[in-house]
C-alpha cells in the first residue's frame, strides 16, 4: 500500500513540475520572439547607424513584451483566472437584471 502511495505522490509531483517547465518555455519563447526586433536594433546600434526612430520602436516592443507576460502569467495563475471568470459572471449576470428592470420602466 506504500509504495502506491508513494508512486502516486511521484507521478504528481513529476507531473507539477513538468507543467513549471512548460509553462516557463512559453513564457521565455514569447518574450524571445516578441524583443528580437528591440535586440536587433540594439545589436545594430553597435555596429552601425542604428534607425532614426529607435528609442520609440524600442520602447513599443518593450511595453508589448511587458504586457504579454502580464497577460502569460495571468492566463497560468489558476486562482486569478478563476476569480476573473467569477467577476465576469457577476458582471454579465448584473447587466441582465438591470436590462430586465428597464424594459419592464
Same mark, same amino acid.
Given at each position: 500500500m506504500d509504495r502506491n502511495l508513494a508512486a502516486a505522490h511521484t507521478l504528481i509531483r513529476a507531473q507539477r513540475e513538468l507543467k513549471m517547465v512548460r509553462r516557463t518555455v512559453i &513564457? %521565455?519563447? =514569447? &518574450? =524571445? %520572439? %516578441?524583443c528580437f526586433p528591440f535586440t536587433m536594433i540594439v545589436f545594430m546600434g553597435f555596429f552601425k547607424h542604428a534607425p532614426k526612430y529607435k528609442y520609440p520602436i524600442s520602447y513599443v516592443f518593450v511595453d508589448v513584451s511587458g504586457l504579454a507576460t502580464v497577460i502569460i502569467l495571468f492566463q497560468f495563475t489558476g486562482s486569478l483566472k478563476e476569480s476573473d471568470e467569477n467577476n465576469q459572471m457577476a458582471t454579465k449576470s448584473n447587466y441582465r437584471m438591470t436590462d430586465i428592470y428597464d424594459s419592464k420602466v
Open positions: &513564457l %521565455i519563447t =514569447v &518574450l =524571445v %520572439i %516578441i
